[in-house]
Nanobody, 115 residues
Framework: QVQLVESGGGLVQAGGSLRLSCTTS????????MGWFRQAPGKKREFVAA????????YVDESVKGRFTISADNAKYTVYLQMTSLKPEDTGVYYC????????WGQGTQVTVSS
């Protein structure tokens, strides 16, 4: 069973930056499209960004385009989400998983953006 561990969240002022990390339990994700998702209080979990393991191609949701970048280091079994120009509406718990949610969801990492 693949375990996903997210880290790197925190409290930041609007306009600030954070880099989130997602480490798998030693399993390479090169065969998968890995994604970042977020869930704001009282809202459904939503897609943020994804990276194709086979090609490295990336795509992001329109709401974060130009501000968030997803990347991966297969050797470290880690997927990253670089977040810049953060807005209060980016506040939420951030999770990683395969794009289709194949694996058990981790605990996520809290991101709080103050205005």
């Amino acid at each position: 069973q693949v375990q996903l561990v997210e880290s790197g969240g925190g409290l930041v002022q609007a306009g600030g930056s954070l880099r989130l990390s997602c480490t798998t339990s030693g399993r390479t994700f090169s065969s998968y499209t890995m994604g970042w998702f977020r869930q704001a209080p009282g809202k459904k979990r939503e897609f943020v960004a994804a990276i194709r393991g086979s090609t490295g191609g990336t795509y992001v949701d329109e709401s974060v385009k130009g501000r968030f970048t997803i990347s991966a280091d297969n050797a470290k079994y880690t997927v990253y989400l670089q977040m810049t120009s953060l807005k209060p509406e980016d506040t939420g718990v951030y999770y990683c998983n395969s794009k289709s949610g194949l694996f058990m969801w981790g605990q996520g990492t809290q991101v709080t953006v103050s205005s």
